[in-house]
């Protein structure tokens, strides 16, 4: 079935940057995720949405890390990048990656990644 598997988080300190990576994938089938999308997730904090990117490239951004991030994407690889830069200890967070992806089998849902921490340290 459908997979996305993220790559990229880990420990930093404040002001560094980390890229983020989510590929999808999904057995025997052809696709193109549409659109795909990050979230983050603080603890004790509801789940926010930080960029979204769509197949044609069009992108928008949450308020919380508008201007330090940058979302793209290889749309052969189903794979979308997340670009963090000036990274602060308030964006410590489990980031999700997120795809809205049509099949066949099942038809138009979202689906999630397991998730990847970012640590950032004062």
């Known amino acids: 079935q459908v997979q996305l598997v993220e790559s990229g988080g880990g420990s930093v300190q404040a002001g560094g940057s980390l890229r983020l990576s989510c590929a999808a994938s999904?057995?025997?089938?052809?696709?193109?995720?549409?659109?795909m999308r990050w979230y983050r997730q603080a603890p004790g904090k509801q789940r926010e949405l930080v960029a979204t990117?769509?197949?044609?490239?069009?992108?928008s951004y949450g308020d919380s890390m508008k201007g330090r991030v940058a979302i793209s994407r290889d749309n052969a690889k189903n794979t979308v990048y997340l670009q963090m830069n000036s990274l602060k200890p308030e964006d410590t967070a489990v980031y999700y990656c997120?795809?809205?992806?049509?099949?066949?089998?099942?038809?138009?849902?979202?689906?999630w990644g397991q998730g990847t921490q970012v640590t950032v340290s004062s």
């Open positions: 997120n795809a809205r992806i049509y099949l066949l089998t099942s038809g138009l849902n979202d689906y």
């Open positions: 999904a057995s025997g089938s052809l696709f193109l995720a549409n659109p």
């Open positions: 990117i769509t197949s044609g490239g069009s992108t």
